[in-house]
């Protein structure tokens, strides 16, 4: 190995250190997303299309690409942080177990939560981050979402380099490229996996809490919300179809202890088919069995919090990758 490729690797590994202590992980992603999506739509603009009009149609492409994923995640989040959004879901979590508490044993009682806040504290002991200010918006706001645009514009600006004379690169430059396409790669493919998982257990959920329940005269509070909750929190590898299965079960016993043990054997049914679907999906993907997503998914959250938890299935599949690439995995 050159000299250039191990200071290359050297500098990979610290700034993923640095991108998880100071927080930029939310630049990262929605530089990455941007990367990954130009370079996949660029290859489609035709190769007779040289010179400057190529240069033009890619700026194009990444400007028209930084547009269109800004508008969609900013319009998610919006939905999501709405009256109608997650404080609306905490809060109906929240009226679900103080009105199911006189019916329950006693001892359990005393271990459910009382108020939003405690349900919040629940999810941070769960996630080992406090998300007590999930709806907070201020200057931390601000700085995220200036984040988020730098990433994108960084991404954008990277996804245009390769079609740069590559061979005039200096070493260094030209190994520090090649762990970025690496990079590109293993975050597209844990992404689309994720995807595919999150959407499959998405349907399977809509079906049950939009179709099946109705039919037997069940229509559960906030419906549309919990689908799009479960999709989003299904974007996280198993500890996020957990999240979204542990908010449906509670406010199924809301509406009636039946319905409750229905929906609990339901999303168990779902939860199973979710190990067998990280197996097939993003181990076929990544060559990662879910225990071993799951191994370094709770290493990184002990050491970095819930941002390592999300970094982890990429990380993880990068560090993979680059192993397979020298032989030694």
């Not at 959920?205 to 989003?232: D, E």
Request: proline share 4%; aromatic share 8%; charged share 10%.
């Amino acid at each position: 190995m050159q000299q250039p490729e191990k200071v290359s690797y050297l500098l990979a590994f610290f700034s993923v250190i640095a991108i998880l202590h100071f927080h930029l992980l939310t630049a990262v992603i929605s530089g990455l997303a941007v990367y990954v999506t130009t370079e996949t739509l660029a290859r489609k603009v035709p190769a007779t299309w040289g010179g400057m009009g190529r240069e033009v149609i890619l700026g194009v492409v990444a400007i028209g690409v930084v547009v269109v994923l800004f508008g969609a995640g900013f319009g998610l989040w919006t939905f999501l942080l709405g009256h109608q959004g997650v404080s609306a879901l905490l809060m109906t979590v929240a009226g679900t177990l103080d009105r199911i508490k006189h019916s329950l044993p006693p001892d359990l009682v005393a271990t459910l939560p009382d108020t939003v806040e405690d349900i919040q504290t629940m999810f941070a002991d769960l996630l080992r981050e406090n998300v007590q200010h999930l709806s907070a918006v201020g200057m931390e706001g601000i700085k995220v979402l200036a984040h988020v645009l730098l990433g994108m514009v960084v991404g954008g600006m990277a996804a245009l380099c390769p079609y740069n004379d590559a061979q005039a690169w200096p070493p260094l430059a030209a190994a520090l490229h090649g762990r970025l396409k690496v990079l590109a790669v293993s975050f597209h493919k844990v992404v689309s996996a994720q995807i595919k998982i999150s959407l499959l257990n998405t349907s399977l959920t809509a079906i049950y809490l939009a179709v099946v329940l109705p039919l037997w005269g069940v229509r559960l509070p906030m419906t549309m919300m919990l689908i799009l909750f479960t999709f989003v929190a299904g974007m996280l590898p198993v500890v996020g179809n957990l999240i979204s299965n542990a908010v449906i079960v509670v406010i199924s016993l809301g509406v009636a202890p039946g319905v409750g043990a229905a929906s609990l054997g339901f999303l168990v049914l779902v939860h199973k088919l979710e190990y067998f679907l990280n197996a097939r999906i993003v181990g076929g993907e990544v060559h990662a069995r879910a225990w071993e997503l799951l191994c370094a998914m709770l290493f990184m959250e002990a050491v970095f919090g819930l941002g390592g938890m999300v970094a982890a299935p990429v990380a993880y599949a990068w560090l993979k990758s680059e192993l397979k690439s020298v032989g030694w995995v």
